[in-house]
């Protein structure tokens, strides 16, 4: 074997079949733009209307942001791939997505078990909701998100930054990603491998705790009113954050803990391109479609927007 290092990576992709790879451009430059459409209109939403200047719209907003940013990080470069042909991705460019995907997607798991403990407040403790989620706990709730998710990741990559690649520099897969790049790699893996096993089951581990706990005393909470009307009403505030939790922990523990997908190369990329463009589109869908002030709010913005251009006509 020799010894260096390669300088270019290329990506295979999904298929090699021509007409496959046209069908898979349409549906993800249409999910993309979905995506991106959808969480931008929810951060406008929870940026100009009053009503929806609450904690909850606060990491609803940040949840949107974190969305964009994932799915970003990810598709754009594929889509490019498959437009131009060119599979060609720099040692540079491979770490920065490496990096971006994974703080993304780890950061959005605290920041679903912030979420969760913001409606464990609002439900179990609602006299005190507004003191216990002041803007200035919400602020720092966020950024200890986001500061988790850099901490988490912090270890595996200056590890993955000392790997050493000789011979292969092709890579299985639509994005350059932990475990296609390990395969290939021609250094001892093992430590790298334990590295990113830990922490992904702590980051695991430790974020569904907190939703679990927070959910359990929710429906215990819920379970005790004495109205139908209110325990409706309260299980509705909730539906949508368990839609996406649930959505989110399971293609993940699908991708760890089936072991069909450890050994088939083509389901990960697949369950991989399913969390990194389906859930992105579907979550502003989730949100709005089962919230009545997200829907006013979408509303009463667009007769605004209409108002405004009327009068310029």
Same mark, same amino acid.
């Given at each position: 074997?020799?010894?260096?290092? $390669?300088?270019? +990576?290329?990506?295979?992709?999904?298929?090699?079949?021509?007409?496959?790879?046209?069908?898979?451009?349409?549906?993800?430059?249409?999910?993309?733009?979905?995506?991106?459409?959808?969480?931008?209109?929810?951060?406008?939403?929870? /940026?100009?209307?009053?009503?929806?200047?609450?904690?909850?719209?606060?990491?609803?907003?940040?949840? #949107? +942001?974190? !969305?964009?940013?994932?799915?970003?990080? @990810?598709?754009?470069?594929?889509?490019?791939?498959?437009?131009?042909?060119?599979?060609?991705?720099?040692?540079?460019?491979?770490?920065?997505?490496?990096?971006?995907?994974?703080?993304?997607?780890?950061?959005? +798991?605290? %920041?679903?078990?912030?979420?969760?403990?913001?409606?464990?407040?609002?439900?179990?403790?609602?006299?005190?909701?507004?003191?216990?989620?002041?803007?200035?706990?919400?602020?720092?709730?966020?950024?200890?998100?986001?500061?988790?998710?850099?901490?988490?990741?912090?270890?595996?990559? #200056?590890?993955?930054?000392?790997?050493?690649?000789?011979?292969?520099?092709?890579?299985?897969?639509?994005? @350059?990603?932990?475990?296609?790049?390990?395969?290939?790699?021609?250094?001892?893996?093992?430590?790298?491998?334990?590295?990113?096993?830990?922490?992904?089951?702590?980051?695991?581990?430790?974020?569904?705790?907190?939703?679990?706990?927070?959910?359990?005393?929710?429906?215990?909470?819920?379970?005790?009113?004495?109205?139908?009307?209110?325990?409706?009403?309260?299980? /509705?505030? @909730?539906?949508?954050?368990?839609?996406? $939790? #649930?959505?989110?922990?399971?293609?993940?523990?699908?991708?760890?803990?089936?072991?069909?997908?450890? !050994?088939?190369?083509?389901?990960?990329? $697949?369950?991989?391109? %399913?969390?990194?463009?389906?859930?992105?589109?579907?979550?502003?869908?989730?949100?709005?479609?089962?919230?009545?002030?997200?829907?006013?709010?979408?509303?009463?913005?667009?007769?605004?927007?209409?108002?405004? %251009? /009327?009068?310029?006509?």
């Amino acid at each position: 074997m020799k010894n260096y290092t $390669v300088t270019t +990576f290329i990506l295979l992709g999904l298929t090699e079949d021509p007409q496959l790879q046209v069908l898979i451009f349409i549906f993800l430059f249409f999910t993309y733009m979905l995506s991106v459409t959808g969480n931008l209109t929810i951060i406008t939403l929870t /940026s100009v209307d009053p009503h929806l200047k609450t904690p909850m719209y606060y990491f609803l907003q940040n949840f #949107s +942001f974190l !969305e964009i940013s994932f799915t970003s990080a @990810c598709i754009p470069r594929y889509l490019y791939n498959i437009a131009t042909g060119d599979k060609v991705i720099t040692y540079n460019a491979c770490v920065i997505q490496v990096f971006f995907t994974d703080l993304f997607g780890v950061t959005e +798991f605290f %920041l679903l078990a912030a979420m969760s403990y913001d409606r464990y407040v609002a439900i179990c403790k609602p006299l005190h909701y507004v003191t216990i989620m002041s803007s200035k706990v919400c602020r720092r709730l966020t950024f200890f998100c986001w500061l988790a998710g850099l901490l988490v990741i912090t270890s595996p990559l #200056s590890l993955g930054l000392n790997l050493k690649f000789c011979d292969l520099n092709v890579i299985d897969h639509f994005l @350059c990603d932990a475990a296609p790049l390990l395969k290939i790699s021609c250094s001892d893996t093992w430590i790298m491998e334990q590295s990113v096993l830990i922490c992904a089951v702590l980051t695991l581990t430790l974020t569904l705790m907190c939703v679990v706990l927070s959910y359990s005393y929710i429906i215990k909470t819920i379970l005790g009113f004495p109205s139908a009307q209110q325990r409706k009403k309260a299980f /509705s505030t @909730c539906s949508s954050h368990m839609i996406v $939790v #649930s959505i989110t922990y399971g293609a993940c523990m699908f991708i760890f803990m089936n072991p069909t997908a450890k !050994e088939e190369v083509t389901i990960n990329k $697949v369950v991989s391109l %399913l969390i990194s463009s389906i859930s992105p589109m579907l979550n502003p869908f989730i949100y709005t479609l089962r919230n009545k002030q997200v829907k006013k709010a979408f509303n009463d913005l667009i007769k605004r927007i209409a108002s405004f %251009l /009327s009068k310029i006509n």
